[in-house]
Structure formats: structure tokens, C-alpha cells
């Protein structure tokens, strides 16, 4: 899970660094009260930037932290928001990528034969 960072909290006034690795049972059953949804959608829904969903995440971390704010009146400036992935989920990303490019060789490969060949550059008439 991501470092989810917040350079002035619009909800109490100051920065925030969070590790989060995933909401507990208790933030799992708060979560599903506060939006409706299951913890596999929450999952999703925040991943793609529901508003709900990104609500109860802030609304979860102040908890963490020991903030009270209202669930109804929890704001976010995107522009001072952001998720950065940890260095784990970068390399596990980066392994990730370099398995797909494998298989996609190695299918180009069995289509078109052993190996890809890059064209040389044009010349044009003006550069003769």
C-alpha cells in the first residue's frame, strides 16, 4: 500500500504522512456504514478516485491519528494531495513489467520469428 501524503490537511491545518496498508475489521465494518460499500469495492472505488471512498480513507487516517473530524465534512485539495508507492511496490511493479515484456517478446517472437530488428533512420534527399 501507498504513502498517502497531504501537505495542509484542509480538515485540521497541518501535514500528514500516512503508511497505509489496508483499514482493519473495525474500519472495514466503519467503512462499509459510512459508504454502502464491501472492502473489495472500497478497495477499487478508492483506487479510482470515488469521492465516498477517498472521504472514509481521510476520515480513517485522522482517526489514526486521533483527529475527530465529521465524516460529512471531510475535504481534500487534490493539489495538495498525493499517493506515492512504496519502494516494495515500485520494485514488485517494475518485476511485474519486465515479465510482461518478456511474454510479449516471446509472443512477437513465436508471430514473426527470433528477433525484432529496428529500422535504421531515413535518409532524406536533402541530407545526401
Request: proline share 5%; aromatic share 8%; net charge negative.
Amino acid at each position: 500500500m501507498p504513502f498517502v501524503k497531504i501537505n495542509k490537511c484542509l480538515n485540521c491545518g497541518i501535514a500528514h504522512e500516512w503508511l497505509f496498508e489496508g483499514p482493519t475489521l473495525r474500519e472495514l465494518r466503519l467503512i462499509k456504514k459510512l459508504t454502502g460499500q464491501s472492502g473489495k469495492e472500497y478497495m477499487q472505488s478508492a483506487d479510482d478516485g470515488d469521492p465516498d471512498s477517498l472521504a472514509a480513507l481521510i476520515y480513517i487516517l485522522h482517526q489514526r491519528d486521533k483527529i475527530t473530524v465529521p465524516f460529512d465534512e471531510v475535504d481534500l485539495d487534490f493539489a495538495d494531495f498525493d499517493m506515492v508507492e512504496t519502494d516494495q511496490e515500485k520494485a514488485e511493479r517494475e518485476e511485474l513489467e519486465k515479465e510482461a515484456k518478456k511474454v510479449a517478446d516471446a509472443k512477437w517472437s513465436a508471430k514473426n520469428g527470433p528477433t525484432r530488428k529496428v529500422a535504421s533512420p531515413r535518409k532524406s534527399a536533402a541530407t545526401e
